[in-house]
């Protein structure tokens, strides 16, 4: 690994000047005075006084070169949709809708908070408050009103966009009804709503003095030509909110000019992607993969992003193989959970469409097995590059960095830190380095580099005490993971330290999901944790105490009671928090100081050891719960 140690070296030694050279990636209006201000650690300004537009920087600079080449390519299975929008097309679309904005007083610093479902007028609204200075806001279609509006809450949008439904699997999910119900829960609900009506809802309703359709406000601005806000580097370009410990989630605050950076730089070195050539990356907007791989990450770098509507599997398995054929995709990216679901299927479908444009296809977003890494890299016959990052990154953490050299793929290792990232596993007793093949917490010395985090939306104590507190005399990032070295220098992640769950790529706290099931009236405590599941990665499960324990006296009573307790989560937080099951118990173990085991029920639900239980209060507590496992067990 000599090329790539020596890169990565550099980067670290030498950071200013590494970062001057990447930051040509991208186009600055006004040069920056200096590449990192560290001068309030672990505050990190990467690019300080430089002006730029992550707009820009993705459709207008290409116009006068690929102005005819294709920026997004559409293609629904749910609705039977496909469509095409040039770099051309993009421009007059997002200025369509930047005007629209506009029109509704949206102004630089504003938040503009969107709930769509994946069709292109998201990726215009995200990219029309990028060329205005507006802050974008994303929360992802599966969230339930509740969540919805503690993200409403705290982002305090002046407008929100979203549609009137999205389909899965067939069926229609009523965005504008959750949307109506979050602003009834909301505080800060804001005056405009605009509405992509796709004709799916045939009940939709509107308040008129609130509701705005956008195809009329559309065909007000089919000229429009919305200037470029030039904004200071460290001015936020959006908030993502994301689960940790807490039930409450917290926004993950990007800045502008790092973040183009980052994603240029890492759409050569890492993804090997070529300009004019095609993207297809499999998440959802809602999601850190979204954003950075599916809108900003290809367009910056001059590439047709692929946008999906639907499942990897329906109308059959070879849809995306299908898709990969006809755009002649050349870099993919996808999850884990999708590999195991796609290895679940009929072979035949991964030889019945021409792979040959496609080069590499990463994974991300939970561990990837050896199994599948393996059985994935030789049905495709292409090196399949498992890497690792997380929401606050926005970019690799780790990863083999192809650009600069072909490190060989271990199955089962996202491989090496990417360069800007001064990565160390530390133990979690003292905060020393650990040895080769030592377990330890996944941390990085800051500063940051360019396009990670740079604080939590209008609370810096918050990011420095969650992210930065985790060792008493050191100041380092903690990723909340623990990894693994071997003696080649290859990592391996083993899942979080904290009560963050992972339920197919989906990052949920498990406080999150308690709360949600506290909503239920009968519920008087509950704890959630992730178990282990063959194809999502993990499942949610709830034990619960009852207030009126009556009220499951029979087992009918219970089956009902459990399923009212899913439908309450389903409209809290959202079908993707859904326990698998819900175990009633008379108790939960508790530490004598009051602490939920939460480890050693997940133990106990795993069939493992549960671990040291000196600690415990009363050891029945745990007895219970092992006793409603067997009694699911037995009755399934
Ligand atoms: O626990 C790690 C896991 O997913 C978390 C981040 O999730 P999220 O914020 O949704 O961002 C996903 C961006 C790809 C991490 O803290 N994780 C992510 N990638 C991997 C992973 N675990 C193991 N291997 C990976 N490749």
């Not at 990447?22 to 201000?37: C, G, H, K, M, N």
């Not at 530390?426 to 941390?443: F, Q, Y």
């Amino acid at each position: 690994m000599g090329a790539y140690r020596d890169f990565h070296r550099r980067s670290i030694d030498e950071r200013a000047a590494f970062w001057r050279e990447q930051a040509q990636l991208i186009d600055w209006r006004e040069p920056f005075a200096e590449v990192l201000d560290y001068s309030r650690p672990p505050f990190a300004r990467w690019f300080n006084g430089g002006t730029t537009n992550l707009c820009h920087n993705a459709i207008d600079r290409h116009l006068a070169t690929r102005a005819g080449q294709k920026a997004l390519s559409f293609i629904s299975t749910e609705t039977g949709q496909n469509r095409t929008y040039t770099f051309r097309d993009l421009h007059a679309e997002v200025n369509r809708f930047a005007a629209a904005l506009g029109e509704q007083g949206v102004a630089r610093g504003d938040r503009v908070l969107i709930y769509m479902p994946m069709i292109p007028e998201a990726v215009f609204a995200m990219l029309a408050c990028a060329r205005i200075g507006a802050v974008h806001s994303v929360v992802f279609g599966g969230f339930a009103s509740a969540s919805l509006a503690s993200r409403i809450d705290d982002a305090q949008p002046k407008v929100m966009v979203t549609a009137d439904a999205g389909m899965r699997g067939g069926r229609a999910i009523l965005y504008k009804a959750l949307v109506d119900e979050a602003l009834r829960l909301a505080q800060y609900p804001p005056a405009t709503v605009v509405i992509v009506n796709r004709g799916i809802d045939k009940d939709l309703k509107t308040v008129a003095s609130r509701d705005l359709d956008y195809d009329s406000l559309r065909d007000r601005h089919m000229e429009a030509k919305v200037p470029i806000t030039w904004v200071e580097s460290n001015e936020p370009s959006y908030i993502l909110y994301t689960s940790g410990t807490t039930g409450r989630p917290k926004g993950v605050q990007r800045d502008t000019g790092g973040y183009a950076v980052a994603l240029a730089s890492s759409m050569k070195h890492i993804y090997c992607g070529v300009p004019g050539e095609t993207m297809f990356t499999t998440s959802d907007i809602g999601w850190v993969v979204g954003h950075s791989y599916i809108v900003y990450g290809p367009l910056i770098h001059g590439m047709t992003s692929v946008m999906y509507e639907g499942l990897p599997v329906r109308p059959d398995a070879g849809i995306w193989w299908k898709i990969v054929e006809e755009h002649q995709v050349n870099v993919m990216f996808s999850s884990p959970t999708a590999a195991r679901v796609l290895k679940k299927q009929d072979p035949s479908y991964l030889s019945k469409y021409d792979l040959s444009s496609l080069r590499h296809l990463f994974l991300a977003g939970e561990p990837l097995d050896e199994p599948t890494h393996r059985w994935m890299a030789e049905a495709i016959g292409k090196p399949v590059i498992d890497h690792y990052w997380q929401t606050e990154s926005g970019w690799p953490i780790l990863s083999a960095v192809h650009g600069i050299e072909r490190t060989p793929i271990r199955y089962g290792s996202p491989s090496f830190p990417v360069y800007g990232y001064d990565l160390k596993l530390l133990r979690e007793s003292d905060g020393a380095e650990t040895a080769p093949n030592e377990k330890g917490v996944v941390a990085i010395v800051p500063p940051l580099p360019p396009g990670c985090m740079t604080t939590v939306w209008r609370d810096d104590e918050r990011f420095v005490k969650t992210y930065f507190s985790s060792f008493r005399d050191k100041l380092v990032y903690s990723t909340f993971d623990w990894g693994i070295r071997d003696q080649d220098g290859y990592h391996y992640i083993l899942g979080r330290t904290d009560d963050v769950i992972n339920v197919a790529g989906h990052r949920l706290g498990t406080r999150e999901i308690e709360e949600a099931v506290q909503a239920h009236a009968n519920i008087a405590e509950v704890a959630v944790v992730g178990i282990a599941h063959a194809i999502k990665g993990q499942i949610p499960l709830a034990f619960a105490v009852v207030k009126d324990a009556e009220k499951i006296a029979t087992s009918e009573a219970r089956d009902r009671h459990e399923l009212e307790i899913m439908e309450t989560v389903d409209k809290q937080l959202g079908p993707i928090g859904r326990p698998a099951r819900v175990h009633f118990v008379a108790m939960l173990p508790k530490t004598r100081s009051g602490k939920l085991l939460r480890r050693s029920i997940q133990a106990l639900a795993e069939g493992r050891d549960p671990g040291d239980l000196t600690t415990i209060e009363d050891p029945g507590a745990l007895e219970q719960i092992r006793l409603s496992l067997q009694q699911v067990r037995n009755d399934s």
